[in-house]
């Protein structure tokens, strides 16, 4: 009769009890989903995450400090209601990878935050392609009036993660010691052939320069830069820079 019955459960026959780690891995979990909350949403957060902290913080508060980047809560709010209302939206995005700006109507499917970003999930008429769009990156959205449209694509399983590897992705050819050869299993790369002599020459995706230096900087001496050059020089440089800041503390 279209209508749904909702009971409780018969096998919960006493109130949930969560030990002090769960319940802390809750509270982080809910501090992480409010930062893609809107309207009524937050309130709920707010109320679930204030009784388990006054039951769990007896004699202090908790250390529980979620970083998520700061978005403008009128670009938040303007996609928000583009999908609770089922209505197009016209967005100006940058890609900090090619320091461009693009104009795209898109139809916004839903709002999560995933490594410390808040993230868009909406069909792009300009890719023709369910793409993930960086609040912070949005620089202007608006409500056009127009309705969504139904789109034969099937949902995105977040635990494969958010990158995907296209045409235009930026790489970078890499040298992997022995000792770094685990990084293949953990980010996007194309292997270039075997291993000679223990060392594994990849092609490893990123999304962007910073995040790929990052990279090779953090396992320097398992990593090198074989391309493009401008990486291969850029890291050496910086870690120079790093180690000049610490002789200065000194």
């Known amino acids: 009769d ?18 002090r780690s769960e319940a802390v891995a809750l509270i982080v979990a809910l501090h992480t989903l409010r930062a893609s909350a809107s309207g009524s949403q937050t309130s709920i957060i707010d109320a679930a995450l204030a009784k388990l902290e006054s039951v769990v913080s007896d004699d202090s508060s908790i250390p529980v400090d979620v970083h998520v980047e700061t978005v403008d809560p009128a670009i938040h709010a303007t996609l928000a209601s583009g999908i609770s209302d089922r209505k197009r939206v016209a967005i100006t995005y940058t890609t900090a990878s090619r ?19 808040v993230y868009c999930e909406a069909w792009c008429l300009r890719a023709e392609d369910v793409r993930f769009f960086r609040l912070d990156r949005i620089l202007r959205a608006e409500i056009t009036g127009d309705d969504v449209e139904e789109h034969d694509v099937e949902p995105r399983d977040l635990a494969d993660g958010l990158f995907q590897v296209g045409h235009d992705t930026l790489y970078a050819v890499l040298d992997l010691q022995p000792s770094a050869h685990w990084l293949a299993e953990y980010y996007q790369v194309e292997s270039l052939g075997d291993p000679v002599d223990g060392v594994w020459r990849v092609k ?34 910086s870690a120079a820079l790093a180690l000049s800041a610490y002789d200065e503390v000194v």
């Open 204 to 237: 490893l995706f990123g999304t962007d320069w910073s995040w790929l230096r990052r990279l090779v900087l953090r396992y320097a001496g398992s990593v090198s830069v074989v391309e493009p050059t401008t990486l291969a020089t850029d890291v050496p440089e």
């Open 99 to 117: 320091d461009e700006k693009s104009d795209r109507e898109i139809d916004p499917r839903r709002l999560f935050t995933a490594q410390g970003n």
């Open 2 to 19: 279209g209508v749904i019955f909702i009971r409780d459960a018969d096998f919960l026959t006493r109130p949930l009890k969560l030990n």
